[in-house]
């Protein structure tokens, strides 16, 4: 089946230690995205990639980083930098091009708890 | 950044009735996109809008793309347990690659 798998599903870290979110997606979508969700808040653009080897910052970018070397591929490094990394984290692919370029699909979310 | 006026941001209703939400803007957008998340997972896509005035339903929901360009609105008819969940709209605004979300809105029904 084509989607958007992310993992792990919980990820408890401790506090001063980086971790990275796993995405990966089969449906041969050009872009890519992070988002971090909040309790009851709406979604942030973390980063995103609209080609291979390519990417630029969202709104909230600081103590995050990202790689894109392969087009299905898009992980999410927590950086120690991250003063308050405790969220919901949600990768969203979508096409780029022809009308529903700008349809966003998401994975199933990663949780990530700093202990 | 850019940010969507979501309301109501949450609701409580009997099963069987009518919900509406919308989402507003100063803003112009090119699409207007709604979206479904329950709770532990990722939002679903439910319906996509690309055109001043368009209405499009899926099932027991329409939406439509304000004639302004700068609102949408999502209806759901007849509501049965199962829509329970948060709404989010998304807009795209004109010449971006980014979304904009709405801060959502949280459905409960009582049955």
């Known amino acids: 089946d084509g989607g958007i798998t992310q993992s792990p599903k919980y990820l408890f870290r401790k506090e001063g230690q980086n971790v990275t979110l796993s995405c990966e997606q089969n449906l041969n979508h050009d872009a890519m995205y992070w988002y971090r969700q909040d309790p009851g808040q709406g979604l942030r653009l973390i980063y995103y990639s609209q080609i291979v080897n390519d990417f630029q910052k969202g709104d909230i970018a600081e103590g995050y980083s990202v790689s894109r070397e392969k087009k299905e591929s898009f992980p999410l490094t927590v950086t120690s930098a991250q003063k308050n990394p405790t969220a919901f984290y949600l990768c969203?692919?979508?096409?780029?091009?022809?009308?529903?370029?700008?349809?966003?699909?998401f994975g199933p979310g990663t949780r990530l708890t700093v202990l | 950044g850019q940010q969507l006026n979501q309301s109501p941001q949450s609701m409580f209703i009997q099963e069987g009735e009518d919900v509406s939400m919308n989402c507003t803007s100063s803003?112009?957008?090119?699409?207007w996109l709604w979206y479904k998340q329950e709770p532990g997972e990722g939002p679903v896509l439910l319906i996509a809008?690309?055109?001043?005035?368009e209405l499009t339903s899926n099932g027991r929901l329409t939406a439509q793309f304000g004639i302004t360009r700068k609102d949408s609105f999502l209806n759901i008819s007849a509501s049965i347990p199962s829509d329970v969940g948060i709404y989010f709209c998304?807009?795209?605004?004109?010449?971006?690659?980014?979304?904009?979300f709405g801060q959502g809105t949280r459905l409960t029904i009582n049955p």
């Open positions: 998304a807009g795209q605004l004109q010449g971006a690659q980014k979304l904009v």
């Open positions: 803003s112009i957008f090119n699409t």
């Open positions: 969203a692919s979508s096409p780029t091009s022809g009308r529903v370029g700008n349809e966003q699909f």
């Open positions: 809008l690309y055109k001043a005035g």
